[in-house]
């Protein structure tokens, strides 16, 4: 039955309109995922089950949990299996899968065609909770205004989230009865930065992490749809104490190449770190610098800073340059960011590479000196996630101060250079395989922001001084020689 839902699931992918799957944010789960899903579930006690599918689509999450656990031993007395579909098409292609299939199963189904998030509020305000016992869920992914009525209602009882996809998680967390059971196949982003801290803290509170499914390949659990997010698969359990966390990963959704493991949650979640970043380590052993005692200092402890580059070219459209001119610096973009250091002007003609310095500008340059730049967005290709380089004032004569583009990180002291040996040390460690395995523990995508900068530990100022020594007595820094120095400062 699902190889034909799973033929429904191309067709319909091919012929729906582009803008109105855009609009909905919802793409159809493949067959092979579905069943991963629903054999996720640990076997329950109760012989009844209820079961809800918001997003339902043509109900293949549903269908392969029916699939799985409607023949258990002892066999299930009761099933209840509550939809939601705000696509009239899907929902009653659906319906229909469930009369050509299904209709010999003693099962009540309840499909709604109605807004999930709108209808899950009221029922949470009125005391009204289903109590499920298990969840199912592929969740539209689209982000939430903050101006919106989703916004304000998800606001009314407490969840504060940016995406559709964690309000249905934390929805369909709080219709669950204690000791209810999710599995959700959603983007990796709520893991790591700011805007999803209030969804994981509420996360953490009100379920336990019992397994985490990652794809080592970025854009094949989706691949018919084009949808190049990292996805994970997580299962969590309403109300339980938190005990150890299952890993398991495979290259893509025919888990050929399955392999699972088992961490310590506070490998997935430190018991030290206020941002709650859901790391997710990919081998039966974490990363090598959780170890090493002396790569321990936050950024705060170093007293350095790492910010987002002030200038948004756009906005300062009127400011910028394409050839110097009086009192003009330079204006450093993420093209200006090559092997290790700066090298600007590029050699494009009419880039406007120079920026006015006057008294509207002042407030966001930054005087000549040594920093460490980041690039903000990296290429799925690249190799590494964090790529930094040193900006030297070496490379800059009769200069006094420099721009930094809005799609660049810059580590700075309260708005000053750093010392020539400390730039490169900082610089030599954030190029270090060590840092790289550390931030896809917690990073799934290739955006870099100043909060995953914050989040990583740092060597004491004595190590980073040694790493920069060492930098400048190299023709040419080596990324594999770069570890070895790290491990040598222990």
Known sequence: MLIDIDQQRLYISSILDIEKKSAFGQYLTPTSIARYMASMFKPIDSKECKLLDPGVGLGSLTMAFLDKWINVQPPLENVEVDTFEVDDYLNSQFRNNLIN??????????????????????????NNIPHYSHAIINPPYKKIKANSENRRLLSSIGIETVNIYSAFIALSLLLLKPGGQLVAIVPRSFCNGVYYKSFRQFLIKEASILHIHIFSSRDKAFKDDSVLQENIIILLERGTNQENVVISTSTDETFSDYNVFTHPFNHIVSATDPDFFINIPTNQHTCQLESLELIKNSLGDLNIEVSTGPVVDFRNRKELRSKPEKNTGPLLYPHHLSDFFV???????????????????????????????????????????????????????NISVLGFENHINVFHKNKQGLSEELALGIAVYLNSKLVDDQVRQFNGHTQINVADLRHLYYPNLEGLITLGNWAKTQKIIRPDNIDKQIINLV
Not at 101 to 117: C, G
Not at 348 to 353: G, I, Q, Y
């Open 101 to 126: 299939n299904y209709s010999d199963l003693k099962v009540n189904f309840t499909l709604e065609l109605v807004d999930f998030i709108e209808n899950s509020v009221q029922k949470i305000k009125n």
């Open 343 to 397: 090298n600007w002007p590029s050699e494009h003609k009419n880039k406007l590479e120079y920026i006015q310095v006057s008294d509207d500008t002042k407030k966001i340059l930054y005087p000549i000196g040594y920093y460490v730049v980041v690039r903000r967005f990296s290429s799925k290709d690249e190799k590494r996630r964090v790529n930094a380089c040193v900006v030297s004032p070496k490379n800059f004569k």
